[in-house]
Each structure stands twice: as structure tokens, then as C-alpha cells.
């Protein structure tokens, strides 16, 4: 018994980690001798919920959901949600991209680089947890490798599907699991350049 529930916490571990790298086109190879890598985030076709609700439409319906529960909350957590991207989702992927490659330095706003790394935040599914009981955060990217001046030359694309965003015990908070959701598509994408430049 005890044998069988391990097995199937295992198998529930593997599964809640695993991510799906679709519709793979290039390779990462390019950048076998370079030193720094130009990296922008884009959200403007970023849909979330199994609804596909627009960014815009997220935001209004959760802030009034918030506030017809406590008055006020929704309106802090408006400014938590604008404040994710570039303070937990950016610095998350950037970091866990930097822990995995090693000697290829990964950072915005770096025009001298010859590659910019475009990450398109395509769908998120922010999770939830009540203590006993939650759902991992998920996100989906649509990730391109391009030339910094010529970003009509794509070297390398990839749909970058369901990235869970969990952490180890209680989580409470939508914008830390979807900030992990990141952290895990940069792992996985990391990997795979470490493959490409050996």
C-alpha cells in the first residue's frame, strides 16, 4: 500500500513538471561563441484563463471579484498584477535562464548583443491554492531566437506549452506561481541550449 501511494506521488511529481516544447523549428547553435544574449518579453497576445479572456478583461473581472469580497483588495491587487511582470515573471525567467547556460550572459535591454531572445507570453492559467488543496500555475510562451538587427531572421522557434508554477508547500499568491511558471519554461529552454551549443 504505502509502496503503491508512493509510486503514484512520483508519477503525479513528474507529470505536474512536465512541459511541452511544440512546433520546434532551428536550433540554438548560433550561439555556440557568444557571450550575451539580448532578451525582450512581449504580452500583447497574452490570453488567460480557460475562457481566453484578454489581459484587460482578467484584470476587470478579478479586481471586481476581489473587491465585492473586501473593498479595496481588488484595487491592491491590480497593482500587485502590473507589478509582476517586470518585478517576479522577467527576473525569474532571466535568472533560471543565467543558473542553466552557463558562460552566455542573458539580459534586456542589450542592443550590442547579435541575438535577441523574444519571449511571447501566449496564455496563462494562474492557479490557485486553499491550503490542502491546489493547481499549479501554467503558462504558455511562444519563444523566437532572432538576428538583433534583422529580427525578420528567425534562427530558432518553439511553443514552449504548460510550464507549472508551484513551489513546495503553500503558495497563495497567483503572481508567485505564474512567476514559477517562467522560471520553469527557462529551465527547460536552457537545457535545450546547452544541448545545441555543445
Known sequence: MRKTFLIALVLASSLTNAQKLKNEKGSFAVLKNESSVNVSFNYDHLKLLKENYTEE???SRRKSELNEKEKGNGDVWVSKWKGAKDGIWEPKFIELLL??????TFKENNSDATYTLIV???WIYPGW???MMKQPAKVTTKIKLVE??????????????DAPGDQFGSNFSNELRVGEGFAKTAKTLGKKINKDIK
Open 57 to 59: 478583461e482578467y484584470i
Open 99 to 104: 543558473k542553466t547556460v552557463k558562460n552566455i
Open 120 to 122: 511571447d507570453a501566449v
Open 129 to 131: 491554492d486553499v491550503y
Open 148 to 161: 538583433t538587427a534583422n529580427p525578420s531572421n528567425v534562427l530558432y522557434e518553439v511553443d514552449a506549452i
